[in-house]
């Protein structure tokens, strides 16, 4: 059952272990219902929305909103695996690799239906390069307790930047 909503686990995936394919899964299950997250779409300046639509003892789910040129920063998700699902508009993701190493995989765009999921070293960015908003779902196995930030060095490295706490 949901800490936040019980009418939404009849979507999600029951104990899930958190890999990256059945948070994948769980992600597209929501996808596919948007009266479980269209009611709470809203956009907000300068900074992404985002509400948490269920926790689980496995994993949980959020809906992120993003206006034209909203992004993150490049970020991992504290050790927890993940997966997101683009419900509205386009996003684009990059991946970088480990601290200490150069490169960025080039922008990937991630249309309606784009997803991608991924293990807990992860890192990336995500950012709305469109003209039109864009809302998308993410779920996080386990839930997310702390999320690590990057900055790439003038030689082009990535550097560990500041580790903080997810407030829930």
């Not at 009266?35 to 809906?63: G, I, Q, S």
């Not at 995500?126 to 990057?150: C, D, K, M």
């Amino acid at each position: 059952m949901s800490a936040l909503s019980p009418a939404l686990s009849i979507v999600a995936t029951p104990a899930s272990t958190g890999t990256p394919a059945r948070l994948a899964a769980t992600a597209r299950r929501f996808a596919a219902h948007p009266r479980t997250w269209r009611p709470f779409v809203r956009f907000t300046r300068p900074d992404r929305w985002y509400r948490r639509l269920e926790l689980t003892a496995d994993y949980e789910v959020w809906l992120l909103t993003w206006l034209p040129g909203q992004g993150t920063e490049i970020h991992d998700h504290g050790g927890s695996s993940g997966a997101f699902t683009v419900v509205d508009g386009t996003l684009a993701e990059r991946a970088f690799p480990a601290p200490g190493r150069r490169g960025a995989v080039p922008a990937r765009p991630l249309d309606i239906g784009g997803l991608r999921s991924f293990g807990p070293r992860y890192i990336h960015e995500v950012r709305n390069e469109g003209t039109l908003p864009a809302v998308s779902i993410h779920v996080y196995g386990p839930a997310l307790s702390s999320q690590s930030f990057y900055r790439r060095d003038a030689d082009g490295v990535l550097t560990l930047d500041r580790t903080e706490p997810v407030a829930h």
